[in-house]
């Protein structure tokens, strides 16, 4: 099993060089080379893969599923120094993946959240306009929550009006303009942050009230409680609008926006999946088909176009 978990640890070395994150890869795998140990395996089978990844019956399939799909890919590298090692084949879970809908927020919904983040009862004043800058931060920029999490101090810009993202998802980093509007609100919370934590140390540029790193879950339950508060979220209901759901409404609004202005959207369409991060356009076109509102106006352009041919 040494042999095993050290092929682990070279599968994820050399796969993270790539520029792959894997958070969760590490610790499927190890609990997998553990079952195997259980099961009195050396090698990897289709039979063990499948029962290890299917013996918790709560998951749901989509989470077995990508979990056999975990171990197929060590698999697939594995058997290059293990022939017996069989790859269990794609399909062999079936599921259906299934996207969140996501919510397209309106402006007064995120003026409410907003407004109840300011005014949200905290042990340390700093929090509130952490919540309240990360919430519009995410708004207008469609950046994702982990990006804006893993800001750096320097990564703002005040005097240029830019954010850069560092190691993004795909391993890759960009810039991000911003309104005069924005960076204003940015440097208002910068100095209340550093005011705030003064001599201590600011490693991230969201902060905080204890000096920290924003945890997601936490973050995440703050984000539900104040959403069911202001009325986003229905009470008692489990699933709902995500802070994901930002990116979507950024992306959404700037295709309408593009629409109206009759602009011709598959030119500009490589600057928006460069804006949002996407690792290719294919990505970005996704949106194109997800809001009735977005695929009226894209069928009105159309057909003003197709006058104009007439």
């Known amino acids: 099993m040494k042999r095993l978990n050290q092929a682990v640890n070279d599968y994820l070395v050399l796969r993270r060089g790539l520029g792959f994150k894997l958070p969760d890869y590490g610790a499927c795998l190890r609990k997998f080379v553990s079952f195997l140990k259980k099961n009195r395996s050396?090698?990897?089978?289709?039979?063990?893969?499948?029962?290890?990844?299917?013996?918790?019956?709560?998951?749901?399939?989509?989470?077995?599923?990508?979990?056999?799909?975990?171990?197929?890919?060590?698999?697939?590298?594995?058997?290059?120094?293990?022939?017996?090692?069989?790859i269990p084949p794609v399909g062999l879970l079936r599921c259906r993946s299934q996207r969140?809908?996501?919510?397209?927020?309106?402006?007064?919904?995120?003026?409410?959240?907003?407004?109840?983040?300011?005014?949200?009862?905290?042990?340390?004043?700093?929090?509130?306009?952490?919540?309240?800058?990360?919430?519009?931060?995410?708004a207008v920029t469609g950046m994702r929550l982990g990006e804006a999490m893993n800001l750096r101090p320097q990564d703002v810009d005040f005097s240029e009006g830019v954010i850069t993202i560092r190691d993004g998802k795909f391993g890759k980093s960009r810039l991000v303009p911003v309104h005069p509007s924005t960076c204003a609100v940015l440097r208002d919370y910068a100095e209340r942050r550093d005011k705030f934590l003064a001599g201590r140390p600011v490693t991230h540029f969201l902060m905080t009230g204890r000096g920290r790193k924003l945890d997601r879950p936490h973050l995440t339950k703050i984000f539900h409680n104040l959403s069911r508060e202001v009325g986003i979220r229905k009470l008692g209901v489990r699933h709902g609008p995500r802070l994901h759901d930002f990116r979507h409404r950024f992306a959404i609004q700037t295709l309408l926006r593009w629409y109206r202005d009759r602009e011709h959207v598959d030119r500009r369409m490589p600057i928006l999946s460069t804006f949002l991060g996407h690792g290719s356009v294919r990505g970005t076109y996704w949106y194109l088909g997800s809001t009735p509102e977005l695929m009226a106006a894209a069928t009105k352009l159309i057909e003003r176009r197709w006058k104009g041919v007439a």
């Open 100 to 138: 969140a809908r996501p919510h397209l927020y309106s402006e007064d919904e995120i003026c409410r959240l907003l407004k109840a983040a300011l005014a949200m009862k905290t042990t340390y004043q700093l929090q509130r306009h952490t919540y309240y800058c990360l919430f519009g931060l995410l």
């Open 42 to 86: 050396s090698h990897i089978t289709n039979k063990l893969a499948v029962e290890y990844a299917t013996q918790c019956q709560d998951q749901k399939p989509v989470t077995q599923a990508r979990t056999l799909g975990i171990i197929r890919g060590f698999a697939r590298y594995r058997i290059g120094a293990d022939p017996e090692t069989q």
